[in-house]
């Protein structure tokens, strides 16, 4: 008996399962959604409107996503706006969600499903596409304000040929019927009907579509925009090598080394200070050219610098000494505000103690340097003015090109007319850099002063009577600073002996106990690339580049 009962059991399971399967099987099959029947009436109206009523018999969640964009050519999409909904359901966006106890009617207006073609109109619609369930059958009617001339209905992919189950017409010609049974979720019931010429006056709806190989297409607007860049760079350019052009000109005609000694006495050419040349050089007031002028300053006496004794592992320092020496007042207005921002009412201050009120000062310092070298007759503008205007200009149109060129390429195919206002805005703020143009007259003092620092360079000291040449060397040291050749011309003044014996000390420069001047090209050379730091370190000067 447990014999027969044990191999009956296997079988008696097998047969249970299916049994106790379909209750399980049957919810879900519910809950996927099923759309038995759709009726369906498309009136045609004028100017192109299709209104559309629907009655739906489902079961479960259903939705349907209309379908509001396809393509139309390689530019544009076309659009089919759809507006007005009412009824037992919701639309959002493009999805409409039935609210119905397993039935629901709700009604819309589609507009762009009209196409003019030769010799009438043609409207095309997707009756019963985007459903996520099944659908078993589709009756759609159609009516129109004329007689209908052809009839077509497809079903399946969007792009299917395959007819439909069925279309007729009346005899009017005024009411067409398409039938589909058996529509697979996702896919398009598609329906076509030609009327005459002007029957609505209906027209797609065309929006372009973004690609970058069309937004910068290359025709006679974005071409000729591209070419009139061009000219007017090539216009910069030019007048760029005029004014340049003026400088090159005056330095070969005033060519020549030049010395700054006249009637035993030293004077520069064109009576330019070493705060100036700089600036006279480059248009811009550096950290070498105050360097320079705090050398300048101590060269004719109205301080003086003291080395400071230091340990093997300590920091340089020197202080500098205010003098009573010659008047403030045959100071430029530059120099009297390097003086004041330095001393700031002390008379005496360590170089490494130049923060506060001198950083402060420091710019006071350049913008009296730009308004000296412009009173001098050099400039006709202030040079930092000049660049200032043109560089916030270039951004200006720099970030006007890139919106431009963002909405143009994304609404039109004329994204180059943006790419060339960045080109330009981008041309202004790299050539707002040389802008700054001197006069007549400061080409000639830059011609000057370049024979001068030819003289600097390969001059013979020889020439220069003995008594002389502590005071002269000495002036000629601040203009080496600027033409970086400080070095050279510390050890020539180290060099320098009086009596016959080596002098200990300058009336300008004084080290610490057991110095002399063999060690004064060394101190020299320290001392300016630690005052340049001190004063780059304000950030009222940037380093030349």
Avoid at 10 to 21: R, W
Avoid at 150 to 161: P, Y
Avoid at 314 to 335: F, H
Wanted: net charge neutral.
């Amino acid at each position: 008996m447990m014999d027969l009962l044990r191999r009956i059991a296997p079988v008696a399971a097998l047969a249970v399962l299916p049994v106790l399967a379909v209750p399980l099987a049957a919810p879900a099959s519910a809950a996927a959604g099923r759309v038995s029947r759709i009726s369906m009436t498309l009136e045609l109206r004028p100017g192109g409107v299709l209104h559309v009523k629907e009655q739906i018999t489902y079961t479960g969640q259903v939705r349907r996503t209309l379908l509001t964009r396809v393509r139309h050519d390689d530019a544009n999409d076309r659009l089919y706006r759809v507006a007005g909904f009412t009824g037992q359901g919701t639309l959002s966006g493009a999805t409409i969600t039935p609210k119905g106890n397993g039935t629901a009617t709700f009604e819309y207006d589609v507009t762009g499903a009209v196409t003019p073609i030769s010799g009438g109109e043609e409207l095309r619609w997707f009756a019963a596409g985007g459903w996520d369930s099944p659908v078993d059958a589709v009756l759609v009617t159609m009516t129109g304000p004329s007689p209908m001339q052809s009839l077509s209905c497809f079903a399946g992919d969007l792009t299917s040929a395959i007819g439909c189950t069925a279309v007729s017409m009346d005899e009017s010609g005024t009411r067409a019927e398409f039938e589909q049974q058996g529509l697979p979720a996702g896919q398009t019931f598609t329906v076509v009907a030609g009327f005459p010429a002007g029957t609505t006056g209906g027209a797609p709806i065309l929006e372009r579509r973004f690609e970058l190989a069309s937004a910068f297409t290359l025709n006679t607007v974005t071409g000729g925009a591209l070419a009139g860049l061009l000219v007017l760079l090539l216009g910069g350019l030019v007048l760029l090598y005029w004014t340049r052009g003026r400088d090159a000109r005056a330095v070969q005609s005033e060519s020549g080394s030049l010395t700054a000694v006249q009637d035993g006495r030293f004077a520069p050419p064109d009576g330019v200070r070493p705060g100036q040349v700089g600036t006279l050089i480059d248009e811009q007031a550096d950290v070498v050219d105050v360097t320079a002028t705090v050398v300048d300053l101590a060269v004719r006496g109205y301080l003086r610098i003291d080395e400071q004794p230091r340990g093997a592992y300590d920091a340089p320092d020197w202080l500098l000494v205010k003098l009573s020496g010659p008047s403030l007042d045959d100071l430029l207005d530059y120099e009297r505000a390097l003086y004041n921002a330095v001393f700031d009412g002390r008379d005496a201050v360590l170089l490494s103690q130049l923060h506060g009120s001198f950083a402060a000062g420091l710019g006071k310092v350049r913008d009296a340097l730009y308004r000296d070298v412009v009173g001098q007759g050099w400039f006709a503008r202030r040079p930092d003015s000049v660049r200032t205007r043109w560089t916030t200009l270039g951004v200006l149109v720099t970030c006007l090109g890139v919106v431009a060129t963002v909405l143009l390429a994304w609404f039109t195919t004329y994204g180059l007319l943006g790419l060339a206002l960045i080109i330009a805005g981008a041309g202004l703020s790299v050539g707002g850099q040389y802008m700054p143009a001197k006069t007549a007259k400061g080409s000639t003092a830059l011609a000057h002063t370049l024979g001068f620092r030819h003289y600097l360079t390969t001059g013979e000291i020889d020439d220069v009577p003995p008594a002389q040449r502590v005071e002269l060397f000495s002036r000629y040291l601040p203009y080496a600073v600027v033409f970086d050749t400080v070095d050279h011309w510390a050890r020539v003044v180290a060099s320098i002996n009086g009596n016959g014996h080596r002098a200990d000390n300058l009336y300008w420069y004084h080290g610490p106990a057991e110095w002399d001047l063999s060690n004064f090209a060394a101190s020299m050379t320290t001392f300016t690339a630690t005052t340049s730091g001190a004063i780059s370190s304000s950030r009222q000067f940037r380093r030349p580049l």
